[in-house]
């Protein structure tokens, strides 16, 4: 015989545990103090089985029907209801686990520690990016949900800009993520960044380490005092060319690496990218390399003096970004 609301209202604690029946294995457990739990029971491969199906009043006689009908439909099609229920929790739990966002930081950790004797200008670079570009746009969603047309409509505005070379690091660092993501993820099948590039804006034409002819010099050297810009880049510019340093090197300057009184810039072998390539190729340590040292003529010497009266107490490198004393100058600022 059915319940009725009426039944399910009136059921009492009698000091003793109890059941009443509703109809195709669906009944209400009453427990001795008169808790009331909705419970289905079924037969899976000969045994009988049960799943609860939540607690009266929280799920109503209606409601608890419904659930049972959805129980009963799964085992029509050859599915165990309960290890249904199981799955969806779990597939429910890793989404959100597994926020983009998430799985980002993870992988930026593991990136972190591959390349910390490696390229350290991408492991500044990347974070200022994705924080402007990428998070704010798939940082709460789940990798799961991620589809191609999202990341190239993160791609699309990064194009839009003009920042054409911005948009091709993302690209490469989508790939790289969800690569990394397929061996993570439980679950996780496709990577949605696959093939990004075939619908990529072409990059202009670079020009790689151009070199500057003796006959230009003058003609630079004319500019570079006629420069109406930051004092700062004007003797940045200065040094580079007094010291023959990579902008890389220029940037991670700080002040401990020069010694005036012997007319020396000693930088660690970490910060010098061909002594980085050596490294890794060796797999040797800093401690285990002698430093790089530069020479520094007196007007080098007057430029870093003058940077270091200038130096302020927050400030960590010599030359100092714009917004932040704790950061560096940008790259783009000295290859501009």
Known sequence: MALSDLAVRQAKATGKAYTLPDLDGLSLAVTAAGGRTWHFRYYWAGKQKRMS???????????????????????????????????KRTAVRLA??????AVY???LKHRGLSLKEGRQTTLSILPRIFDKDVLPALGKRSVY???????????????KRRALSVAEKVR????????????????????????????????????HNPFLRMAELPKLLQRLRSYRGRRQTQLGLRLLLLTGVRT???????PDQFDLDRGLWIIPPDVVKQLQLDMRKKRQQPKDIPPYIVPLSIQAMEIVRHLLDEFKPAQRHLFRHDSDLKKRISENTLNG
């Not at 959100?96 to 966002?101: A, C, K, L, P, V």
């Not at 191609?148 to 791609?155: F, H, N, T, W």
């Open 172 to 207: 490469t660092w989508f790939n790289q993520l969800f690569r990394y993501a397929l061996v993570i993820v439980p679950g996780l099948e496709q990577n949605p960044a696959s093939d990004l590039d075939v619908v990529a804006l072409p990059l202009p034409p670079v020009n």
């Open 248 to 254: 890389g090197e220029l940037r991670q300057a700080m």
């Open 105 to 107: 930081r993870k992988w």
């Open 96 to 101: 959100d686990e597994n926020t983009f966002e």
């Open 53 to 87: 199906l939540g607690t009266y009043p929280e799920v109503t006689l209606r409601e608890a029907r419904s659930l049972r009908d959805e129980a009963r439909a799964l085992l029509a099609k050859g599915t165990n209801p309960r290890v249904h229920r199981k799955q």
């Open 145 to 159: 949900e991620i589809k191609r047309p999202d990341l190239l409509e993160v791609i699309a505005k990064i194009e």
